[in-house]
């Protein structure tokens, strides 16, 4: 299938904002059609939890919460999960399969074919006797690599990434299907979870008290989440990542039998989903419940106001977008004395290019709201003292090719000199 760009040449995001498309359109038309509706999303209330029976216990819950409020800090998206994120939505736009012909060891592995490297396990071993083994399944980090797939390195190097032509064929083949669904309850029981549905459908298990107080403590598993999530995209469950989010979030949110895995939810579970709608709706739950609310950071991004003050590189760019008449004629003027040569005129044509730029920067440093930039403040008095005094600035005074800095002296002496 090759790169999704074509021959088109990918640039990769440089900032948050240009990884997360979530926000930025409210058209649903734009919304991939090949992912089944989100019909079990839904922003409401949720059940009903134990009220305190006294106005007096109101009061204290309150003031519990406006401390807590207080004193928790300010969180900052992370670029490095962000840009992880969009190149795994985007299918790893510049990424470079193997040459070599695929082994197709995941899927081998799948059909119960050849084991788990290193540790030599069949996935038919995993699936009849690790299911309710949590201490096995906490314990061992070789396994997940090998279960959940995906097209990037983990931590366990024998296990092979996933190649486009590989997920084609596992996609095709009802037996490994069947296992994976397998896999994927094995460890939604040991988060404490059962699968309801061919739908993706989740909620609690009988046994979730336990499992998720060592889901709260126990926060490497995090990252396991993430990678059964994208792995259930990869293979051709992504219907079933909007379900399991939505429970985490809640459990996380409003039940608060989690609330160490708010953080990881919003940042990653979340942007594991390619469809926008869906993101949109979960990210709209979660911040109904987020606290303190003026902390969410996962939402709509603010409109900057008008007349809001821009940073100093917006301002040095404008200041070099506006060179003034006398900055002109004094490059014009340079450019006269240089060389003769093609290299010199070459070289010259180089520094003037640059000497404009400098000089661009003191003629005209205002930005376009009145705010200056402090190294530009510091050149622009220097040539104003300069020019007041009748000499021009070491800055903007041209450069000239073969000049002596020495005076010519009585009787010749340079001239020797130089014949010498």
């Known amino acids: ?25 409210d058209s649903e038309s734009e919304e991939p059609q090949d992912h089944q509706p989100s019909h079990h999303i839904n922003i409401t209330e949720p059940r009903s939890r134990n009220e305190p029976d006294s106005k007096e216990g109101d009061e204290n819950i309150n003031i519990q919460n406006k401390d807590t409020r207080d004193s928790a800090p300010k969180l900052k998206r992370s670029f490095y999960a962000a840009k992880d994120l969009y190149k795994y939505r985007h299918s790893y736009p510049n990424s470079k399969e193997h040459r070599q012909p695929s082994e197709y060891r995941n899927l ?22 690790w299911k309710g083994d949590y201490e096995k399944l906490e314990h061992n980090h070789t396994y997940i690599q090998w279960l959940f797939p995906l097209r990037e390195q983990g931590l366990n190097f024998y296990a092979q990434e996933l190649t486009q032509a590989e997920i084609k064929e596992f996609q095709g083949t009802r037996e490994a299907k069947r296992r994976f669904l397998v896999a994927y309850t094995v460890m939604l ?3 404490g979870i059962k699968l309801l549905d061919k739908n993706g459908t989740v909620a609690r298990a009988a046994n979730w008290q336990d499992r998720f107080q060592h889901l709260n403590e126990s926060q490497h598993n995090y ?62 739950f979660a911040q109904l419940h987020y606290q303190p609310p003026e902390h969410f950071i996962w939402g709509l991004p603010k409109k900057r106001k008008p007349g809001a003050k821009i940073n100093c590189t917006q301002e040095k760019n404008t200041a070099r977008s506006k060179p003034t008449r006398e900055v002109v004629a004094k490059n014009t003027a340079s450019l006269h004395t240089s060389g003769d040569s093609s290299t ?15 000089q661009a920067k003191a003629a005209n440093p205002a930005s376009t709201d009145g705010q200056v930039c402090k190294t530009e403040e510091i050149s622009v008095s220097e040539g104003e003292r300069a020019s007041k005094n009748g000499k021009p600035s070491v800055a903007n005074k041209p450069k000239q090719a073969n000049t002596f800095k020495k005076k010519p002296v009585q009787g010749g002496r340079v001239e020797k000199q130089n014949q010498k």
């Open 189 to 191: 029981d040991f988060f």
């Open 1 to 25: 299938m090759g790169n999704l760009l074509g021959s088109q040449r990918y640039r990769e995001p440089s900032t948050v904002e240009e990884c997360d498309s979530t926000w930025e359109t």
């Open 344 to 358: 010199g005129k070459t070289e010259n044509n180089r520094s003037d290019k640059t000497e404009n730029e400098n």
């Open 108 to 129: 081998r592995f799948y059909l119960n074919t050849i084991p788990l490297v290193p540790d030599g396990i069949y996935i038919e071993e995993i699936l009849t006797k």
């Open 223 to 284: 990252l396991r989440i993430t990678r059964i999530l994208k792995s259930l995209g990869e293979l051709g469950f992504e219907s079933f990542k909007a379900p399991l989010v939505k429970l985490l979030l809640e459990e996380a949110l409003v039940e608060e039998t989690m609330p160490n895995m708010v953080h990881s939810a919003l940042e990653y579970f979340v942007y594991t989903i390619r469809n926008r709608k869906e993101r949109r709706a979960l990210l709209r």
